[in-house]
């Protein structure tokens, strides 16, 4: 049987795998993706200089996607090779409720994200924000999807991207200084922000999830790779700033609304979030939890048996250079039930080698 992605020929092996992971059911089994060295990635760098930058030419996106997953066909890991909508992470939120959309280019990683200035920094002035998502930037985000829908038909996927929602859209209007300020002030007035929140982030992924198709009836993810059902990406990150009772207050509801307007979701936490660890591996629809590693805080890898104490049996993915993992993968000192994403992979033959040596582990 042909594969439905030509840059991932072991398509069908690599889902029923992350299946097994996602379904819960691989505690005794480890799962990696390769960073290898890429040529599209240095012409990038050499192109585009880092900084902020123009709105830029979605075709020429799909283009870069195109030739940067196209790099990906030899290698047999556990990817699925999907393009990201960088340019409409965050800045997409603030533009359609009438932001000042920012982009920046990251030549390391051969992204253009997007963001916005505080849009009502004084706290004042929400019964200004409009009914309806401003026109120019819903167009460019439906464009940009059909640009890249039609750019990665047979050959890669597109993956989900993040939702802006509770607080981190309050941050988006406010700033975060006065958003945290107003939870203490006006705290109905974040109570408000919160359900416009809602609304605009269903708008969005539901748009998303009518032009971007499935994959075998999954949805794709940069971050997890491949997940059964509609998947959301979503975000906590304000509440790694506060205590545990504020999430609890503030952050799981919104969070679980989300997600039961969907399949579920997965989710990042940042070194400063790790005291949440306990309280969201508890968030009803959550299917993965990404830990993302910070200046000051332990390396995700070197503390990942504490922390699958304490978030139980739920998916973790974590990064590791290359030979941190290869020397415990061949000493058997990993843990299972997560994703690796390996940085660093010096070649596409070790990297092969060393996938064999994955599928083969048992914990």
Known sequence: MSSPLLYCPHVEDVLGRLHLLYEQRAQDRIFAVMSLPSATLREFAA??????????????????????????TPL??????????????????????GGDVRFLCDPDTGWISSMVAPILPSGQGLERLPAEP???????????????VR????????????????????FELFGATRTYELLLEHPELIAQV????????VTIQEAFFRQVPLLEGGTCSTMAQWLPGRIVSESVDPFHMTSVAYFERWGREPVERIL??????????????????EAVSTIRGLKALYLGDDRGFPLAFDVLKEIKQRTGDLPLVVTVDYGR????????????GVLYMVKEV????????CMDLVRAYRV
């Open 47 to 72: 192109q585009h200089p880092a900084g902020f930058c123009e709105y830029p030419d979605p075709c020429e996106r799909a283009r870069f996607w195109d030739a940067y997953l196209a790099e990906h």
């Open 76 to 97: 047999y890991d556990d990817a699925i090779p999907s393009a990201y909508l960088s340019e409409m992470d965050q800045g997409l939120y603030g533009g359609l409720v």
């Open 134 to 148: 401003d026109p120019l930037w819903m167009s460019r985000y439906q464009r940009q999807m059909e640009i890249f």
């Open 151 to 170: 750019a990665a038909q047979g050959k890669f996927a597109i993956s989900h991207f993040i939702l802006i929602d509770s607080l981190n859209f309050a």
């Open 194 to 201: 919160i359900d416009y929140a809602f609304e605009l982030n």
């Open 260 to 277: 039961a307007c969907f399949d579920g979701g997965v989710l990042h936490i940042h070194g400063n979030g790790r005291h949440l660890l």
């Open 325 to 336: 993992f290869s020397e415990a993968l061949r000493q058997h000192r990993l843990s299972g």
């Open 346 to 353: 010096p070649s596409l033959d070790e990297a092969n080698r």
